[in-house]
């Protein structure tokens, strides 16, 4: 574990953040709570690398917490946002940047119609409320341990910073807000079955991320999306598939391109974002034309936002997406393959069961069992005592990783040689930091 000595610049800036933010942060993931020891103060980042306050450098497996496909401050990006800023940081108007985005979401999605936001929360929270809108029902299906955001009525057993603080699901929330929230556990065909059942007429929507990723990474059992799919449309309810996370990451079309696209189905609703913000705040969501044509102003469902489609955000996510080609996810595919394989290994070598996960590049590690869990509450019998370990040892060699165990990691274009040399040299010790790791 790491000293308050081996930071003073980060310490000291978290003694200052402390003073002017609850807890000293503006997410709680961030605060370190769930590993212990001081949070890193980034200054600066380039490629694969991060630097902080007090001058050292570290191996980025977070991304910005997905974002980041191409690397930190990729030029090309930086370029085009620079230039885009010098005209004008926002309009308040229409602009050409946000419906050029919007054409290449289009163009790479199952979607007809886009509407820009600036936050995957606002996008989900605006999917639902498009979805009851639609249907004339208010009931909602979502799955124990998918996090669509702080949404008030999806905060029923999320994912993400709820399970790594160990908050109940809903402080703060009234209890009729979530009381049309219908929560199952994940990959269950026969709780989706019984739901729809008992209150298939009642049932506006499922949401569901494509493959779940704030829980640490649990893809769906195959066919489960198309089973989803199936399902709502039998019963007149609509498919919202969040994949504000695995959008743009794991193919170009997202988690879509490995299910929906071979099998024939597609989401009535999509929500977007990281990626295809470019590391600035955007976000959008997206469907059917004639769901997404309820929206204002061309129909009655009320959706709006000051700094939607801002034309500094939408240049940096425009410029992501042109940059991400098929060699650019071809370099995500096989950094990610040699990095799981690093980690197996040197677990393997330390006697740490474990089991490695994995939605593309995107992965995680199960600590303590030996067999892929489908769901939550397989995720939780995880031994979560051996990441915390293990995180402050890799970070001691300079390899930042998520500061939770239910969280994915990424990676990037711009991990390389170098970057799967840093990680290779960590990892024993962390391994046997890990092995050896009691619980508290």
Known sequence: METMSSTPQSQQWFDRAVQVSPGGVNSP?????????????????????????DGTRYLDLVGSWGPMLLGHAHPEVIAAVTEAASRGTSFGTPSPPEVELA????????????????????ATMSAIRLARGFTGRTRVVKFAGCYHGHVDSLLAEAGSGVVTLGLPGSPGIPAHVTADTIVLPYNDRDAVTAAFAEHGDEIACVITEAAAGNMGVVSPLPGFNQFLSETCAAHGALLVSDEVMTGFRVTRSGHWGLDGAQEGWRPDLLTFGKVMGGGFPAAAFGGRADVMALLAPSGPVYQAGTLAGNPVASTAGLTTLRLADDAAYARLDDWSAQARALVSSALDDAGVPHVVQNVGSMFSVVWGLTEPVHDFAGVQRQETHRYTAFFHAMLDAGVYLPPSAYESWFVSAAHDDEALTRMAEALPAAARAAAAATPA
């Open 29 to 53: 993931v961030r605060a370190f709570r769930a590993v212990g020891g001081t949070p890193r103060f980034m200054t600066s980042a380039q490629g694969a690398w991060l630097h902080d306050a």
């Open 103 to 122: 054409e290449e979401i289009v163009a790479r999605t199952p979607v007809d119609l886009v509407r820009m936001v600036t936050s995957g929360t606002e």
